[in-house]
Protein backbone atom coordinates (compact mmCIF):
# COMPACT_ATOMS: atom_id res chain seq x y z
CA UNK A 1 0.00 0.00 0.00
CA UNK A 2 1.02 3.59 -0.41
CA UNK A 3 1.26 5.25 2.62
CA UNK A 4 3.01 8.14 5.23
CA UNK A 5 3.57 8.97 8.83
CA UNK A 6 1.94 12.41 9.43
CA UNK A 7 0.36 14.92 12.09
CA UNK A 8 -3.26 14.82 12.22
CA UNK A 9 -4.64 18.25 12.96
CA UNK A 10 -7.59 18.40 15.52
CA UNK A 11 -11.15 18.92 13.62
CA UNK A 12 -11.73 23.24 14.53
CA UNK A 13 -8.05 23.71 13.34
CA UNK A 14 -8.92 21.78 9.83
CA UNK A 15 -12.39 24.21 9.98
CA UNK A 16 -10.24 27.48 11.30
CA UNK A 17 -8.06 27.20 8.14
CA UNK A 18 -10.89 26.18 5.99
CA UNK A 19 -12.58 29.41 6.10
CA UNK A 20 -9.16 31.58 6.45
CA UNK A 21 -8.50 30.24 2.83
CA UNK A 22 -11.69 30.35 1.33
CA UNK A 23 -11.32 33.37 -0.53
CA UNK A 24 -7.98 32.35 -1.95
CA UNK A 25 -9.51 29.09 -3.00
CA UNK A 26 -12.33 31.00 -5.40
CA UNK A 27 -9.41 33.16 -6.60
CA UNK A 28 -7.08 30.24 -7.54
CA UNK A 29 -9.57 27.77 -8.99
CA UNK A 30 -6.90 26.40 -11.42
CA UNK A 31 -5.21 24.96 -8.02
CA UNK A 32 -5.27 21.65 -7.22
CA UNK A 33 -6.99 22.07 -3.41
CA UNK A 34 -6.13 19.90 -0.87
CA UNK A 35 -9.53 18.80 0.94
CA UNK A 36 -9.68 20.31 4.59
CA UNK A 37 -10.52 17.10 5.92
CA UNK A 38 -7.59 16.10 4.68
CA UNK A 39 -5.11 18.48 6.13
CA UNK A 40 -2.13 16.74 8.20
CA UNK A 41 1.50 17.47 8.15
CA UNK A 42 3.74 14.63 6.43
CA UNK A 43 6.80 13.44 8.91
CA UNK A 44 7.66 10.42 6.72
CA UNK A 45 5.91 9.94 2.88
CA UNK A 46 7.05 6.29 2.60
CA UNK A 47 5.59 5.45 -0.70
CA UNK A 48 4.38 2.11 -1.59
CA UNK A 49 5.22 -0.96 1.14
CA UNK A 50 4.27 -4.62 0.86
CA UNK A 51 1.05 -5.06 2.79
CA UNK A 52 2.55 -8.07 4.73
CA UNK A 53 5.26 -5.91 6.09
CA UNK A 54 2.88 -3.05 7.01
CA UNK A 55 2.34 -4.38 11.09
CA UNK A 56 5.88 -4.92 11.25
CA UNK A 57 6.93 -1.02 10.36
CA UNK A 58 3.70 -0.25 12.16
CA UNK A 59 4.72 -2.19 15.13
CA UNK A 60 8.84 -0.68 15.21
CA UNK A 61 7.25 2.62 14.76
CA UNK A 62 5.26 2.73 17.58
CA UNK A 63 7.47 1.51 20.11
CA UNK A 64 9.98 4.28 19.47
CA UNK A 65 7.30 7.16 19.19
CA UNK A 66 6.01 6.01 22.09
CA UNK A 67 9.16 7.30 24.07
CA UNK A 68 8.36 11.12 22.95
CA UNK A 69 6.23 13.74 25.00
CA UNK A 70 3.26 15.42 23.72
CA UNK A 71 4.41 18.70 22.17
CA UNK A 72 2.91 22.22 21.14
CA UNK A 73 2.66 23.16 17.17
CA UNK A 74 1.40 26.67 15.83
CA UNK A 75 0.64 27.58 12.24
CA UNK A 76 2.68 30.59 10.63
CA UNK A 77 2.23 31.87 7.24
CA UNK A 78 1.68 30.81 3.53
CA UNK A 79 5.30 29.77 1.69
CA UNK A 80 5.84 28.13 -1.83
CA UNK A 81 7.95 25.05 -3.02
CA UNK A 82 10.17 25.47 -4.70
CA UNK A 83 9.81 29.00 -5.05
CA UNK A 84 7.19 31.57 -4.64
CA UNK A 85 8.09 33.11 -8.30
CA UNK A 86 7.30 29.24 -9.88
CA UNK A 87 5.33 27.80 -7.51
CA UNK A 88 4.29 23.90 -7.66
CA UNK A 89 2.92 23.84 -3.95
CA UNK A 90 1.59 26.38 -1.81
CA UNK A 91 1.35 25.63 2.58
CA UNK A 92 1.10 26.80 5.63
CA UNK A 93 4.39 27.03 7.89
CA UNK A 94 4.68 25.58 11.57
CA UNK A 95 6.40 26.97 14.24
CA UNK A 96 6.53 26.06 17.99
CA UNK A 97 8.70 22.92 19.25
CA UNK A 98 9.72 22.01 16.05
CA UNK A 99 12.76 20.31 16.84
CA UNK A 100 10.19 17.68 18.59
CA UNK A 101 8.89 17.28 15.20
CA UNK A 102 11.89 17.24 13.49
CA UNK A 103 13.44 14.30 15.83
CA UNK A 104 10.39 12.06 15.14
CA UNK A 105 11.26 12.36 11.80
CA UNK A 106 14.69 10.99 11.95
CA UNK A 107 13.75 8.61 14.54
CA UNK A 108 11.43 7.14 11.77
CA UNK A 109 13.52 7.12 8.77
CA UNK A 110 16.42 5.53 10.74
CA UNK A 111 13.27 3.33 11.38
CA UNK A 112 11.91 2.89 7.71
CA UNK A 113 15.18 2.66 6.29
CA UNK A 114 15.78 -1.04 7.52
CA UNK A 115 12.43 -1.67 5.52
CA UNK A 116 14.56 -0.40 1.83
CA UNK A 117 12.41 3.35 1.75
CA UNK A 118 15.64 6.12 0.93
CA UNK A 119 15.83 8.93 3.60
CA UNK A 120 14.63 12.22 2.36
CA UNK A 121 17.34 13.89 -0.15
CA UNK A 122 15.51 17.45 0.25
CA UNK A 123 15.57 18.05 4.03
CA UNK A 124 12.95 18.19 5.97
CA UNK A 125 10.81 20.74 5.85
CA UNK A 126 6.85 20.54 7.64
CA UNK A 127 4.41 22.18 6.17
CA UNK A 128 0.63 21.90 5.69
CA UNK A 129 0.15 21.77 1.70
CA UNK A 130 -2.90 23.53 0.95
CA UNK A 131 -2.75 23.03 -2.75
CA UNK A 132 -1.01 22.03 -5.85
CA UNK A 133 -0.13 23.51 -9.22
CA UNK A 134 -0.40 21.64 -12.06
CA UNK A 135 2.61 23.33 -14.29
CA UNK A 136 4.52 26.55 -11.59
CA UNK A 137 2.61 29.27 -11.20
CA UNK A 138 3.31 32.48 -9.46
CA UNK A 139 2.55 33.11 -5.97
CA UNK A 140 4.54 35.43 -4.51
CA UNK A 141 1.63 38.02 -3.41
CA UNK A 142 0.67 35.15 -0.85
CA UNK A 143 3.85 34.54 0.90
CA UNK A 144 3.70 35.28 4.35
CA UNK A 145 -0.08 35.71 4.31
CA UNK A 146 -1.50 35.33 7.77
CA UNK A 147 -3.00 32.25 8.78
CA UNK A 148 -4.69 31.25 12.44
CA UNK A 149 -1.95 31.72 14.92
CA UNK A 150 -3.30 28.73 16.80
CA UNK A 151 -1.56 26.67 19.12
CA UNK A 152 -2.49 22.94 18.88
CA UNK A 153 -0.94 19.98 21.17
CA UNK A 154 0.14 16.60 19.16
CA UNK A 155 -0.57 13.86 21.03
CA UNK A 156 -0.16 11.26 18.75
CA UNK A 157 1.14 10.48 15.38
CA UNK A 158 -0.60 8.62 12.14
CA UNK A 159 0.39 6.24 9.77
CA UNK A 160 -2.29 6.79 7.00
CA UNK A 161 -2.49 4.97 3.70
CA UNK A 162 -3.46 7.29 1.00
CA UNK A 163 -5.13 6.31 -2.08
CA UNK A 164 -5.03 8.02 -5.25
CA UNK A 165 -8.38 8.69 -7.21
CA UNK A 166 -9.22 10.92 -10.09
CA UNK A 167 -11.78 12.92 -7.51
CA UNK A 168 -8.88 13.13 -5.15
CA UNK A 169 -6.80 11.06 -2.37
CA UNK A 170 -8.21 9.47 0.07
CA UNK A 171 -5.85 9.08 3.20
CA UNK A 172 -7.09 6.05 5.75
CA UNK A 173 -5.78 5.84 8.99
CA UNK A 174 -4.08 2.81 9.78
CA UNK A 175 -2.88 3.31 13.25
CA UNK A 176 -2.58 6.00 15.51
CA UNK A 177 0.59 6.06 17.75
CA UNK A 178 -0.05 7.95 21.35
CA UNK A 179 3.12 9.78 22.39
CA UNK A 180 3.62 8.61 25.79
CA UNK A 181 6.97 9.94 26.99
CA UNK A 182 7.31 12.31 30.12
CA UNK A 183 9.95 15.20 29.23
CA UNK A 184 12.16 13.07 26.83
CA UNK A 185 14.25 15.36 24.10
P1 LIG B 1 3.11 17.33 0.14
O1 LIG B 1 1.86 17.66 0.88
O2 LIG B 1 4.19 18.32 0.32
O3 LIG B 1 2.85 16.96 -1.29
C1 LIG B 1 0.81 12.23 1.11
O4 LIG B 1 1.06 12.26 -0.24
C2 LIG B 1 1.75 13.13 1.85
O5 LIG B 1 3.09 12.69 1.68
C3 LIG B 1 1.70 14.59 1.41
O6 LIG B 1 1.65 15.41 2.55
C4 LIG B 1 2.98 14.78 0.66
O7 LIG B 1 3.61 16.00 0.85
C5 LIG B 1 3.90 13.78 1.28
N1 LIG B 1 4.96 13.42 0.35
C6 LIG B 1 6.28 13.60 0.54
N2 LIG B 1 6.98 13.12 -0.48
C7 LIG B 1 6.10 12.65 -1.38
C8 LIG B 1 6.22 12.04 -2.67
N3 LIG B 1 7.41 11.80 -3.22
N4 LIG B 1 5.10 11.73 -3.31
C9 LIG B 1 3.89 11.97 -2.75
N5 LIG B 1 3.70 12.52 -1.54
C10 LIG B 1 4.80 12.86 -0.86
Not at 48 to 61: H, N, R
Amino acid sequence: MRCFVAIDLPGHLKKKVENHTRQIRQEFPNLKWVDPKNYHLTLKFLGEVKDSVVPQIVSDLAVSIRTFSPFVLRLKGMGAFPHPRQARVLWIGVNGETEQARALFETIEDIVVRYGIPKEKRGFKMHLTLARARRPVDLRHLEHSPVPEETFMVREIVFFQSELHPEGARYTPIQRMKLHGTGRS
